[in-house]
């Protein structure tokens, strides 16, 4: 089975600070997407990334800036954190089939 | 502009009925469909993918319908159980290789016994 994992189930941030949210994936999977998820807004595609060094920007990429080093791993960067990006924020993995297989996911709460 | 509708309302039925969720999409030619189920707090989970040419996609008591004309795609679930009760996610792909997909916002589905 696909196991994607991110590094943190809850965190909390003072505003103005350096976030990194980290994804790992174990199927050696090309492809590598972050969302968030808000009430009422559903799940938002923040980057993603085709292959090891490739970002691409999202629907939503303001704010945020993404690494793709090594293949297994995707983080997602948020230079100096707002109370506006107090979110859900879900990783997820594709090969070479369409099917998106996805982390827990992080509740981020900016304070 | 392009959008994915799905039930912001959730859908309440009875132990054993069959549950039908809708997906409509407005200025789209989607190349395929998918359908996530997601549980509070947690990530979606991948259950049935639908290619522009098919017309209908079964897997155990889960049934998908694409009708391109119409631009909607139907979810059922038959014989439906309080484990079944979870928001219902539909996702769209303009095209397969490397494409994103754009999700709707989800339908919750709560089963009572």
């Known amino acids: 089975d696909v196991k994607v994992t991110q590094s943190s189930r809850y965190l909390v941030k003072r505003t103005g600070e350096k976030v990194f949210l980290e994804c790992v994936q174990d199927?050696?999977?090309?492809?590598m997407f972050w969302y968030r998820q808000d009430p009422g807004l559903g799940l938002r595609l923040i980057y993603f990334?085709?292959?090891?060094?490739?970002?691409e920007k999202g629907d939503i990429p303001e704010g945020y800036s993404v690494s793709r080093e090594k293949k297994e791993r995707f983080s997602l960067i948020l230079e100096s954190a707002s109370t506006n990006q107090t979110s859900m924020y879900l990783c997820?993995?594709?090969?070479?089939?369409?099917?998106?297989?996805f982390g827990p996911g992080t509740r981020l709460l900016v304070l | 502009s392009q959008k994915i509708e799905q039930n912001s309302e959730a859908l309440n039925i009875q132990e054993g009925k069959t549950a039908t969720l809708t997906c409509n999409y407005t200025n789209y030619s989607p190349a395929y469909l998918q359908w996530y189920r997601q549980d509070p707090g947690r990530g979606p989970v991948f259950l049935l993918l639908?290619?522009?040419?098919?017309k209908e996609k079964r897997k155990e008591r889960l049934k998908v319908t694409f009708d391109t004309t119409l631009k909607q795609s139907l979810f059922h679930i038959t014989a439906s159980q309080p484990a079944d009760s979870a928001t219902y996610l539909c996702?769209?792909?303009?095209?397969?290789?490397?494409?994103?997909?754009?999700f709707g916002k989800g339908t919750m589905l709560l089963v009572s016994p």
């Open positions: 199927m050696d999977h090309e492809n």
């Open positions: 639908i290619r522009e040419n098919e």
């Open positions: 997820a993995s594709r090969g070479y089939q369409e099917t998106q297989y």
């Open positions: 996702a769209l792909s303009l095209n397969s290789g490397y494409s994103t997909l754009t």
């Open positions: 990334s085709y292959d090891v060094k490739m970002k």
